[in-house]
């Protein structure tokens, strides 16, 4: 019940959200087609009991502000907007609804969707014009004013050149459920700021950990319904508020410094953290869905409709709507919170969930939408990594190669490149090439870098790893949507039969497929992004969208067998190996084909009888293997320093025939290759290197990878075809 209505002082438009000041707590809040704004003041130690409303009585620009006097850090509190319920309009006012603040920097509570639920009904947009009279304050989420002092100490962020990054994508909760730590702390931020969580992404050699949304989110009605839950996160409520139950600590407010805390002890080990972000849609939903915050302070602002339809939602994301980021003040919502996180949470960067939608302006995607040309600008945001995912559902969704500088973006042409190769479908070879070498025929032009390109076999969203070597079909029938819902072309293979078998034949041709990608990914130019629990073998039973399984279908193993160890220490092989070659990292792309002789180029592509790859060759649907030789060029842009390490020369072998090829390994007679790496052993690498003479028939397994290093001879010498005189005569 409330006991007081009050009135603020006028305090200040700016900044926007609640300020902790020494004389109380300011707030302000934009809405351009609001009449009034009350805020609404709970009990700390329940959340259920509202004591005051105070009426913000001033308005700038748009902004309702005002100061209340005496307030605190760890006050809850919650906001009505009223304004008019024209739903024809695009207005959805309803001063019935208590609403969270678009800038809370915590939440406390959740939103459960029960048909029976007062709460329920009340926050349910329903467009009628005479709303509930009801008060349903009870039963929703609540905001809270949070103390941002945090001894963050002599914290650095790690700065690792994205070129040199290893990223991997991991879930908060999913990584440490089934950790060996104290239940209470496991699934937390805590867990992965742990000694045993550092400890391991340190033995694994990863440079970053990309998080996914870790912004407030709520869960979907139909998912309730289910018995499920919105696990992976992408309904987002709250753009400032770190996610609330992925804290170890019951204390409200307390995951504003746990996250804090995570991030000081990931950067001591020298880990970057990148937030997976999703300003493209809110957990709102169309018409039907809750009214929790942005619909009800000004759906005709932060909401896109379409023409002549102001009622309707505009849906290029699949998820009920689509975030108005054109609008001026939804842009500075946008920026705000992205600054936000990188000054006062410290992130290193982030990744645009459905990138493209966030540069539609007018008649569809721009590259100079404002959007970009903010960041681009941004003192702040323009130093972190950023990362588009370059595709959303709308009318010319797709639009990998084409985000500018200095975004990298997620390469599902990668993705599809490399897996369809390795299945071993015809004219493959030719795309393999470009996806390996950095997709320069994405990147080439304005100025960027193969460090452009993130390229990824698996990631959160579609088959495991070991799944993608499992299964012909997804298999998501636990998900309730009778196995219609996921991606239905996978470019997987089963390697003879769905699913789990003993055939000891297939099972060693999946383990040797896993091994192919993961060297594929880990040798290629570009950024490498591992997916958590592929690097062990984590299955998923076939389910290739299990966004909605908060269980051990989802949750990464601890309790690994001799296999799955063999499997982890060879990914972790790989990635040093990575790290210790920088011609595997380089900042620019390998020099366009050109007249000089064979001896002058950086990189060679030779045909299994050691000759150069022709243009019939690439063009040859029946091609199935080549080998490549990378130089030791000096590897830096054109204004790298004349002292610029060279690094080794390679060779690989690429063979996805369905039997064993020979190669005639290339070079004059003096060089020699020193066999490192063979993905037909268990090991992956091999434990005895040998080496093997120029001319020599190599036999590689049928598909398989193998990796040599040039160990006696030049260079140049090694990528001559000179052998042949000798062996012709």
Known sequence: MVTEHLLSSRGSPYPLGPTLQAEGVNFALFSEHATAVELCLFHADDEQKEFARVLLQERSDGVWHGLVPGLKAGQLYGLRVHGPNRPDLGHRFDATKLLLDPYARAIIGGFRWRDDSPAH???????????DAHDHAAGVPKCIVVDPAFDWGDDRRPTVPLADSVIYEAHVKGFS????????????????????AIAYLQKLGVTAVELLPVQQFVNEQFLERRGLSNYWGYSPIGYFAPHAAYAASPQPGAQVAEFKGMVKRLHAAGLEVILDV?????GEGNGDGPTLCFRGIDNATYYLA?????????????CGNTVQVAHPRVLQLIMDSLRYWVLEMHVDGFRFDLATTLGREGNGFDAGAAFFDIVRQDPVLSQVKLIAEPWDLGPGSYQAGNFPTPFAEWNGRYRDGVRTYWKGDRGSLGDL????????????????????????????????????????????????????????????????????????????????QRRN?????????????????DEYGRS??????????DSELSWLRWDRGEEEQRFEDFVTRLIAFRRAHSALRRRRFFAERTAHPTADKEILWLRTDGCEMGESDWASPHMRCVAVILSSAPIGGVNAPANVAQDDTFMMLFNAHHEPVDFQLAGREDVRWLLLLDTREETGFVATPAEHPAGERFVSESRSLCLFRLSAGSSEDARTESWRTAVDA
């Open 278 to 282: 999703v300003y493209n849609h809110t």
């Open 540 to 549: 998923q039973n076939g389910n290739n969208n299990a966004y909605c399984h």
């Open 121 to 131: 009904k009340a926050h349910v947009s329903s467009g009628d014009e005479h709303p």
């Open 433 to 512: 090439a470009h996806r390996i070498t950095g997709s320069s025929d994405m990147f080439h032009s304005a100025h960027r870098t193969p460090a452009a390109s993130i390229n990824f076999i698996t990631a959160h969203d579609g088959f495991t790893l070991t799944d993608l070597v499992s299964y012909d079909a997804k298999h998501n029938e636990a998900n309730g949507e009778h196995n219609q819902d996921g991606e239905s072309h996978n470019r997987s293979w089963n390697c003879g039969i769905e699913g789990d078998t003993d055939d000891p034949e297939i099972t060693a041709l999946r383990r040797r």
């Open 306 to 318: 379409p023409p002549g339809d102001p009622e309707a939602y505009v849906d290029h994301t699949g």
């Open 177 to 196: 459920k089934l950790a060996p730590l104290p239940e209470g702390l496991r699934g937390t931020y805590a867990a992965l700021g742990s000694d045993w």
């Open 517 to 533: 990608f993961l060297a594929t990914l880990l040798l290629s130019q570009g950024v490498p992004m591992l997916c958590a629990g």
